[in-house]
């Protein structure tokens, strides 16, 4: 005849362990979670830093096209050559901590204004533009990645002379 202690001690065999194993599987769960969300303000940081660094730079590439001499803009060597040739150039812009460099392409390309005389680009006429005005519209794209994804941010600048 067993006693109650003797079945009482033979159920309870190997629950330590089990409850171990529960134990774990509970702090793995925990763990993951935690690295998600550590993952998730990473991500957020990282992408306010890249929206501050392509403004930034946008706003400067801007500027260039804006107070460039219009003679600069229109000759052969121009930074921004006539539509459809785009200038293609690797650019910094700018340097995260510890120095590591950020970079991004930058296209650049310039459009005649329909109304320009032919000279200048356009299908116009002296009846049709009769103060000969030029107005070129240059172009600046800026493609830069984030994570595994491309993305693209532009400015268009009216020049008229």
Known sequence: MKTINQVFHRRNRGSFIVEAAIGYGVMMLVAL????????????????????????????????????PFDDMTAAASLWPVYPTMATSTVIIGRLPGGTPVTATLQR?????????????????????????????????????????????????????
């Open 33 to 68: 979670l935690m690295l998600k969300a550590s993952r998730t303000v990473t991500a957020t940081q990282q992408w306010t830093v890249m929206q501050g660094l392509t403004d930034a730079f946008l706003t400067q590439e801007t500027a260039i096209g804006n107070r460039i």
């Open 109 to 161: 390309t310039r459009h005649a204004d329909d109304n320009n005389l032919s000279e200048n680009g356009g299908n116009g006429t002296a009846v049709s533009n009769p103060a000969g005005m030029e107005a070129w519209q240059l172009q600046s794209f800026l493609v830069y990645r984030i994570g595994t994804r491309d993305y693209v941010k532009s400015r268009t600048m009216l020049r008229i002379r």
